[in-house]
């Protein structure tokens, strides 16, 4: 079964502060997405990363796909109480193509 | 608007009374699931839909039913929950699986007494 695990499980820091999310696994994936959940709503894509060691930035967030596709981060600069939510990694892989959701980590930015 | 609306928004029940959830989309999609999450354990998906009449069990099926009579349509039936069916249920939708993009609803919060 394959498994991915988001560190830190929880977040909470001051308004301006940088922070990283890492998303891992001991399976390859073929894309990994990351989604963002605030309360009462359900998860929204932020993105999409595909090949191993890509990086892309979404405004204030850079997201890297790790060089062996096993792993992810998302690092957010200057964050923002905006950037509050539940941030959730998703891998596709395997024979089926299915979606594997990671455990999740919760950010709380504070004014 | 696109969007992928669920009924109830919240559910409070006793064990064993049939309950069913509603989920419709209004983009035309194919592949429509079904997940449940819970704290620390992230999104589990429950059921799948690949196209009308096709459905297939994801990774926690025990103890829920699905239906996919019309593409827009995918309710989810719990024909004798139990306290452990507790959670917050979201239906999704995409073009297909894999890599496209999930639209996710706004979640169900169930709770069984």
């Known amino acids: 079964t394959q498994l991915l695990e988001q560190s830190p499980q929880f977040l909470s820091i001051q308004e301006g502060e940088n922070l990283t999310v890492y998303c891992n696994s001991s399976?390859?994936?073929?894309?990994l997405q990351w989604y963002r959940q605030e309360p009462g709503e359900g998860p929204v894509l932020l993105v999409t990363v595909v090949t191993g060691g890509e990086v892309k930035k979404l405004k204030r967030l850079t997201f890297q796909f790790g060089d062996a596709r096993k792993d992810s981060s998302l690092h957010i600069t200057a964050a923002q109480p905006g950037d509050t939510g539940l941030y959730l990694c998703?891998?596709?892989?395997?024979?089926?193509?299915?979606?594997?959701f990671g455990t999740g980590t919760l950010l709380a930015v504070q004014p | 608007e696109a969007q992928v609306t669920q009924n109830p928004r919240y559910l409070i029940t006793v064990t064993g009374k049939k309950l069913t959830v509603t989920c419709s989309q209004n983009m035309n999609h194919e592949y429509m699931s079904w997940y449940r999450q819970d704290p620390g354990l992230g999104l589990r998906q429950i059921y799948y839909s690949m196209n009308v009449e096709v459905t297939d069990k994801g990774d926690v099926p025990e103890g829920y039913k699905v239906s996919r009579k019309e593409k827009r349509n995918f309710p989810l039936i719990l024909e004798s929950p139990s306290p452990n069916q507790t959670s917050l249920y979201f239906c999704?939708?995409?073009f297909g699986r894999g890599l496209d993009e999930q639209y996710f609803g706004p979640g169900t919060r169930l709770t069984v007494t």
């Open positions: 999704a939708s995409s």
């Open positions: 399976s390859v994936f073929s894309s």
């Open positions: 998703a891998g596709v892989g395997g024979a089926t193509n299915k979606l594997i």
